[in-house]
DNA sequence: CATGAATGAGATTTCATTCAT
DNA sequence: AATGAATGAAATCTCATTCAT
């Protein structure tokens, strides 16, 4: 059960999360998805044994193409303070150039537990995250407060920036991207 | 005649939010919040006239417990810092001692348009919210900044907390909240 | 459980016909009776221990009073073809004046094996009526053929004529009863 | 790729018309339709998206081929008595060969505001019978009164003998159609 | 591979009937 | 007697999955 047709895969990816960012998970049936990607719903199961392994891989590629993009450009190579605002922008580009797919992820985490290897790409990004604040901290830049702190304000700065732009509420350009990171951090600096 | 039993709309309300920060929507059925609220399943047509109408009720009855809460010791008599500091606490609070109902919301509000009345309440907790800024900004104790940005902060330093006490990675104490808002509130101000 | 409220026995009555003649049985609900009828649904278990009960009952009280008055002045006394005639004007008159109820004992003749003493009474109608013939017949006004023939004509020259005034496409009045009597009279007579 | 089954399309048709026959619509079920036609319940609805949609298409086509056999052999050649003879036979035999279809008919007319088309079939049916009978009036073979008086006649006529007839009183042979139309003719003639 | 038909398990909904007041 | 609430059984309908081509 190898699949052959990459295109298809990627129609059938495209539309479940178009289908799920559109009406939420409650809604989502094999039939909506199938018909979406413009092929027959029995078809969907050469790609894939059933529902739950079809979004279970969704899950899990959606969550690599994320890791990807957040730590993109975000190396070991720049100073602190920029490496914290590399990956504050890529957070905001990725659930702005990629709504459909966050959507996914946020909506199909709180229904299933995730699987092992799931977990894991999470914590590696975490890991990763924390060594840059880690990093900060020791040198006196952030705060001396526990890295959750830290983290949680530079999470909850991307998503409630991202959730104004998309609704149209900020425009999506340079200067909302400045004004965010300088109050997120103003809450971050020592 | 008996009357239309309280106890029986409290106990549907109370499984069906369990229901849901177990596992989520896509699989909650009738069924299981009959069963979790010791009733058949065909009582809950006495009380609503379908699944979609339960889960709107439901919502409408969430948003309004929360809007009553957040708002909640918050009045013009205190200072802005306190104002927002306490609005900040009942935001934590509400999350923290309301998880399953807040989960509820989260997950319902992506699958459905928002009725009416619910986006009339939203805006009207938004506007009640910004008026308090809108005075920190005039009075240049905030920065001089978009609200939503300023909003965008609470928000999220809010959310990422919770979550944060929530998993058990940050206690569910005093020293939290004081530095946890600590930081919000070095974002905002001027 | 001797029904006490005649009042009820009537509405719940008249709302039966009411419904069926409306939409038929196939959507005819006990809730539906009541609403119709002023009352609760649980109340119809006071006059009646069951749905197939009430329909039973109501379908013997239609007959009841249908043969009543198909057969009112159409005694021995009166010539054949005037006896004939004025049956035929009792079961038009009949079918214009309550017709919510002969729809509905139409309809539930099909969908029930009549009872034992429903069926005996439309037999002692068809008894009666077939008196009449015969004697036409033996004194040689009517046709020479098998009764049903004749019965038959009779029958059908109402039903049809009938339904073409309730339609509005004949006129209720004296020359429509004129004119439909005499094409059944022409076919009937010897 | 397997074809809509005509067959079973057949089969539901021929198990709905029985079930109605048997015992009206009263409680006829989707899983007796498909028990009765060896299929699954869930089956049906790959076929009508609905009962009602299904009932509705079953009298739409019970009402196409009674319309076709109607009018069958009763060209503008004959002469208008056998004209109006064939019509007669047309409409029995129709009656005491598709009894199901029949009964499936009226108990359903009466319970569904008929769809625009088959009002319109229905019109067609009685315009093309009021020419036949307007000729034969028109050249005084037929009684000079209201076209709607003939008609009713020849319903009436056939409805109450082909009754008979499926009762067993009358014999389904030809000597019950010469006298059933006999009498009928006597009604009409001049 | 791909598909439309078919299906069984289960979800939602209805409804005659019973219960408690 | 009368009622609204409650319910179990059953009806309609959905949908993930399998089958046959």
Redesign the pocket.
Known sequence: ?????DK?LASIERATYALVQESGLM????????RAA?????????????????LDALYERAKSATFERLTRGAGTELAPKLRIRQIWLNMLNNRLDHPAEMVFQEQYVSSRFMSESNRELGKRFVREFDEVLEAGRRDHILKAVALPFLGACILGSVRETARLVAAGILPDDESTRTTGFQLCWDALKA
Chains 1, 2, 3, 4 share one sequence.
């Not at 809604?27 to 199938?34: E, R, V, Y």
């Not at 092929?39 to 079809?54: D, H, R």
């Open positions: 059960m190898k699949p052959k047709d298809k809604p989502l049936t094999l039939a909506a998805i199938a413009g092929i027959a719903t029995s078809t969907l199961y050469i790609y894939y044994p059933s529902k739950e392994a079809l």
